[in-house]
């Protein structure tokens, strides 16, 4: 029992250190002129979508609940969301080359059609974010139609 609680002790001690090491949480500034709405025709329904289900990760104007300042929890979460906004950034849209950008159009489609995304460990506490039959529907026609736009300005 004693060996238990020395256990306990060293765990609790461990776990309050590791809260005084940087997360590195971060939202770098937006430029509004590079963002997705600036650059590409985003219909108020797809923007709706987009906002509720993607733009947390997936942007530079990420909400960080009270558990993203928690060690390690917050560790995981900022890993997440440097690697969705290395995957696509729709604060720095305008800053990719078209190609990219048609890629990324298409990266949306595919990735909400196989459900790969958003991801379960996002939509488990954000149930909002889960996107319906509908939802995914009209990500991909607008990101059909988002291609055909870029196209023609080729």
């Known amino acids: 029992m004693r060996v238990f609680r020395g256990l306990l002790l060293l765990g609790g001690v461990a776990l309050l ?3 005084l090491l940087p997360s590195g949480r971060s939202n770098p500034p937006v430029v509004p002129a590079q963002t997705l709405e600036r650059t ?3 219909p108020a329904d797809v923007k709706a ?3 509720r289900s993607c ?3 997936h942007s ?3 909400v960080w609940p009270w558990y993203a300042h928690v060690a390690p929890i917050s560790w995981f979460m900022v890993g997440d969301v440097n690697a969705a906004r290395e995957d696509m950034n729709f604060s720095e849209w305008g800053t990719e080359n078209i190609d990219a950008q048609r890629d990324s159009l298409l990266e949306i489609c595919r990735k909400v059609k196989a459900g790969a995304m958003p991801l379960r460990s996002y939509t488990i506490l ?3 974010a889960v996107l319906t039959p509908a939802d995914v529907a009209t990500l991909c026609t607008w990101s059909d139609a988002a291609r055909r736009e870029l196209r023609a300005r080729e």
């Open 60 to 62: 530079n104007d990420t």
């Open 17 to 19: 250190l590791i809260q």
């Open 55 to 57: 733009h947390n990760c």
């Open 49 to 51: 979508i987009l906002d």
């Open 40 to 42: 590409l025709t985003v």
């Open 126 to 128: 954000h149930r909002d």
